[in-house]
């Protein structure tokens, strides 16, 4: 789209030094290969030179040992170089050297330390004998290197023979700073500038490792101080470039010339304004170094400064006595307002701005950019943009020669606070740029900042300047602002650069995943047997086989794309957590089928029982109290070991359908497409809305971002509601309005009188709506265990703590037919509706028919008629009476509570379009007196 999509993101010049310090970088790792070597393939002599005496030596010396080398090119001469104690590596090769001569440096600094909290004169007194140990010994190995160098070198060794990394023993002793050894070279060596590796001579060398008094010998005895290496550096570039301050400053006392060119015209001062090192610009500066020389890209020191925003120096550049200019331009016509834009330096932009005057604003580079464009291109502060839009002579629409404006480089680069920024300031969406390369017939091709970005890739930026409202569409509405609820049919289609995006980031997913997993978990579809079809959902089927003799579960995962997640995101990250999780109470992962992106599946084992959505509401299975609380305690143990593992695992779907049971009624946590690892227990940065809707947290709801582990807690909660209960959560709701009301109006399942005070304490605290307060599952397992103990302790005794719905209260029947009285809950000895009837008609009844009357109030007659059928004083024919006489109960009270307790099918006609329910419904089926009284035992509880 026009030039500007032809700008380089570097130059040439940047792309050069970094080639350059590549190279130099190179060498030096040639120079520690050569001082790197094994002493076990050495022969005798050369050990001696390595690591001998002059003695040793000279009784080994002959004309044919003399000149002996390495299969690397190294000479005896190297080696002694090498064996040489330098400064920089005092502490290494005396602790080394130290080994063979009884207690090593690094025993008695170990000591030192050790003793150190008890008595540190001791200590001082130790290291300072520890260093003069080590200085004796670095003398004493010098002295010796030296004598074996001058024997060396008097027998004819030649101290200018080069290596096969291209590096003389001259060249060695002054990357080292061996001066002394050097100074014995110089005395027998005629040529002090030759060669090696990068053409680089010794007092390169010597610059690059910032060895001054090498410098100075080899300056002193006639070394070319103004010797060109392959990229023609001289030492001085050299020593600017790796920063050594006192090695420049000789230079420049031995008279070398300051503007000194490289090979392509950088010079000294370019070098060190691009590095930073405001001493050496000054020392530059003093000797007369020039500001406004231009290399050949025409790049002068301020470029190179503000590149890498260097304010000091700038400041020190932009003095008058430096006659700097600030509208010098390179060959891309970049000012240096340019650069400092283009790289988000705030404070350096107004300093040029300061020094060169608003004209700078309007100065246009090869693409046609200015430097507003520049700061939108960069994109690294928005400061420095807002900055530039309140200088007067700006416009926020300037349009370059092929149209695009600093909006079209905001949007092309993905720059979306910029973008927010630009518009707020009234930039214009409707403004189009052209290509000048292309016929006159496509240049009128609309090519918009929506274009620009849709091109890219940048949904976000495109969704944005699509509902933008353009100006003059509605009069109270001011330029610059976003639309929050205007009506659209635009739906953020996915570019194809983005979905070219997500597609290559699924491929790094499946191939970390094939590096991740074991052989043995590496599977193929064609090694199960007997795939057979047992139920299928959103990401494809799940299929029943047998692989290695053992019956398996199959779930194989659809090949395709939604805009919002997609299917190989979820498999991926299911394998990923399956695989490392090894827990009785968490599906078995057995392997993954990953080569083939149509046949993607996973591998766990079979769990014959179906799950607990299928047991309790599609095959309506009978299951006691006790397997209850054993299953709801298999969850919590699920749970707890994902959320304590070492880096904590949070489920996001927990509900019925992914609590997998048993043959025995044992439950197993399984689909793990929804979770993911967490850093913390609080997560920032989560997936808005995963997992199913009718058992989400409020906070997950609600599009929070930011939610904890104990979002599972919540969904436990409805779990083992809905396990007690055995009816489904909000049944008369949709998922959506069922999340909406838990998360809005704090709506929560009711509470049945037939959960032990323990339970409904427990589920109270499980979905509290802070999610701080809710407990975590080591407590929630703490609760269970206590519960199933009670349990087993009550079918003992021959008596049942609960049963869902009816055998709390059949036991009250049982206990009330017993003593033939009955007791409401509020103490009273008639129920609350008495009052509707005669004194006859209570009186003509006989006591179990008056408990019966009693109970019909609150919904529980049958729960009394099942009792009076276990009650020994009442025969058949008044069982008969009375379950007749419950029906006419029954039938005589429906209209009474039709209002308060509408049936399912009434819930329903009175649902909306959203799914809720219009109308006043009760949220609790307890009448409110037992209502009140339970609420009065739960405080005291």
Request: proline share 4%; net charge negative; glycine share 6%.
């Amino acid at each position: 789209m026009g030039n500007y999509k032809s700008r380089p993101r570097s130059t040439c010049s940047q792309e050069l030094y970094k080639n350059i310090l590549q190279n130099y970088a190179r060498i030096e790792e040639k120079i520690h290969e050569d001082l790197d070597i094994e002493l076990d393939d050495l022969t005798e002599i050369q050990q001696v030179c390595s690591n001998g005496t002059v003695d040793q030596l000279a009784s080994l010396l002959n004309p044919e040992t003399v000149g002996e080398r390495l299969d690397n090119g190294l000479t005896l001469l190297h080696l002694c170089c090498m064996a040489a104690v330098t400064v920089k590596t005092d502490s290494v090769k005396d602790m080394e050297g130290s080994e063979a001569e009884g207690t090593s440096v690094l025993q008695l600094m170990r000591s030192s330390r050790e003793k150190s909290v008890h008595d540190d004169s001791n200590c001082d007194h130790i290291n300072e004998q520890s260093n003069m140990h080590a200085q004796y010994s670095k003398h004493t190995r010098n002295r010796e290197v030296k004598e074996q160098i001058r024997l060396l070198l008097k027998r004819g060794a030649d101290p200018a023979i080069i290596s096969k990394n291209g590096f003389s023993p001259l060249h060695i002793a002054s990357y080292k700073g061996d001066v002394e050894i050097v100074r014995l070279f110089l005395e027998n060596c005629s040529h002090l500038d030759h060669t090696g590796a990068g053409s680089l001579t010794a007092l390169h060398l010597a610059c690059l490792s910032g060895q001054l008094e090498v410098t100075q010998a080899l300056a002193q005895r006639g070394a070319n101080i103004e010797a060109r290496d392959a990229v023609s550096f001289s030492p001085l570039h050299i020593a600017c470039l790796y920063g050594n301050e006192t090695v420049v400053e000789y230079l420049l006392s031995r008279g070398v010339d300051v503007n000194i060119s490289g090979s392509v015209g950088d010079r000294p001062l370019h070098l060190v304004a691009g590095r930073g090192d405001y001493r050496i610009v000054q020392m530059l500066l003093k000797k007369g170094a020039r500001v406004k020389l231009q290399d050949e890209e025409g790049n002068t020191a301020l470029h190179c400064c503000v590149r890498n925003g260097y304010l000091n120096i700038l400041n020190l550049l932009l003095q008058p006595q430096y006659r700097n200019d600030v509208h010098l331009t390179n060959v891309y016509l970049d000012t240096p307002l340019h650069i400092a834009c283009y790289e988000g330096w705030f404070e350096c932009s107004k300093a040029l701005l300061t020094h060169g005057g608003s004209s700078l604003l309007l100065r246009e580079n090869l693409w046609g950019e200015t430097p507003l464009h520049a700061a939108c291109t960069g994109g690294y502060c928005i400061d420095l943009v807002d900055f530039l839009l309140s200088q007067n002579s700006i416009s926020v629409n300037y349009q370059s020669p092929d149209g695009h404006t600093p909006l079209h480089s905001a949007a092309f680069h993905g720059h979306l606070r910029i973008v927010q920024l630009l518009l707020s300031h009234g930039a214009d969406i409707n403004l189009t740029a052209h290509d000048r390369c292309v016929s006159e017939r496509k240049q009128q091709e609309e090519q918009t900042p929506l274009m620009w970005a849709y091109d890219r890739g940048h949904d976000n930026i495109a969704n944005i300047l699509k509902h933008f409202r353009r100006p003059g569409m509605c009069d109270d509405y001011a330029r610059g602002e976003y639309l929050s609820g205007l009506e659209t049919s635009y739906f953020p289609i996915p570019s194809p650069i983005g979905k070219l995006r997500t597609m290559i980031q699924e491929k790094i997913d499946v191939l970390h995943l094939r590096t991740l997993l074991p052989p043995h978990q590496h599977l193929s579809l064609s090694e199960i047997e007997n795939l057979e079809n047992i139920d299928s959902g959103s990401f494809g089927k799940v299929y029943k086989g047998r692989f290695n003799d053992k019956i398996v579960a199959v779930k194989r995962y659809r090949a395709n794309m939604t805009y919002g997640k997609s299917d190989v995101e979820m498999f991926c990250r299911e394998v990923s957590v399956l695989g490392s999780l090894d827990s009785p109470y968490i599906v078995k992962f057995v392997g993954a089928c990953l080569h083939d992106p149509s046949q993607f599946a996973i591998v766990t084992e079979y769990v014959a029982g179906g799950s607990l959505f299928s047991t309790l509401h599609e095959q309506k299975r009978s299951i006691d109290t006790l397997t209850r609380y054993n299953i709801a305690l298999d969850v919590a143990r699920g749970m707890h070991y994902l959320h304590t593992l070492p880096q904590p695992i949070i489920h996001r779907d927990l509900n019925s359908h992914n609590i997998l049971l048993s043959s025995d009624c044992r439950a197993r946590v399984a689909d793990f497409g929804e979770s993911r690892f967490v850093r913390n227990i609080y997560e920032e940065n989560m997936t808005k809305q995963p997992g199913n809707l009718r058992w989400m947290a409020p906070e997950v709801f609600t599009q929070c971002t930011w939610y904890s582990i104990k979002a599972d807690v919540f969904s436990f909660g409805l779990c083992l509601w809905e396990l007690l209960a055995s009816e489904l959560p909000f049944a008369h709701l949709k998922p959506a309005a069922a999340a909406a009301d838990m998360a809005y109006k704090h709506s929560r399942p009711p509470l049945d009188l037939s959960f032990p005070m323990e339970v409904s304490v427990l589920l109270e605290k499980s979905w509290s709506k802070i999610p701080e307060e809710r407990p975590d599952f080591e407590q929630i397992i703490e609760e269970l265990e206590s519960l199933c103990k009670s349990q087993i302790a009550a079918m003992q005794d021959g008596t049942d703590q609960m049963h869902p719905r009816h055998h709390h209260h059949h036991h009250q029947l049982h206990a009330c037919c017993t003593s033939c009285s009955s007791v409401s809950p509020s103490g009273s000895t008639t129920p609350p509706d008495s009052s509707q009837h005669t004194s006859s008609e209570l009186s003509g009844r006989t006591p179990a028919t008056l408990l019966l009357h009693s109970f019909r109030w609150n919904g529980m007659l049958p729960a009394a008629l099942s009792c009076l059928n276990l009650c020994s004083p009442i025969n058949n024919g008044h069982v008969s009476a009375l379950r007749t006489r419950w029906e006419q109960e029954a039938s005589r009270g429906q209209t009474a509570f039709k209002s308060s307790h509408p049936t399912i099918e009434e819930l329903r006609s009175r649902m909306n379009t959203n799914g809720y329910v219009e109308g006043n419904t009760y949220q609790y089926r307890i009448a409110p007196v037992f209502n009140k009284h339970r609420k009065q035992a739960l405080q005291q509880f």
